[in-house]
């Protein structure tokens, strides 16, 4: 299942605490609350996105900060074809035929 993503509120200040106050991913981790790793990614995904603090006009938007780090076309490379479950079953059918097997191929 994923996790719900970070309020802009709190992005903003994950986006201060490093920029502006220099605080490491540890001690941003402990004071809003979260994780290393997703104080990680939410960095990466600045890093990608060419944000700098402070951020400009044109991202005080909700919308359009959220456009920027989470780009949609990056969910569909990720997503895979849904295989063909009829020719799967017959295979599984077939003596010898493991799902280990059929993975394989």
Known sequence: MAAQRLS???LRVLFRLRFEAKLTTRAIAASLG???GTVCDYLGRARVAKLTWPLPPELDDDAALTA???PEDAKALTERPEPD???VYAELKKKGVTKLLLWQE
């Open 85 to 87: 479950w009829a020719h």
């Open 8 to 10: 802009m509120r709190k």
């Open 68 to 70: 920027l780090l989470f």
């Open 34 to 36: 979260i994780g290393n």
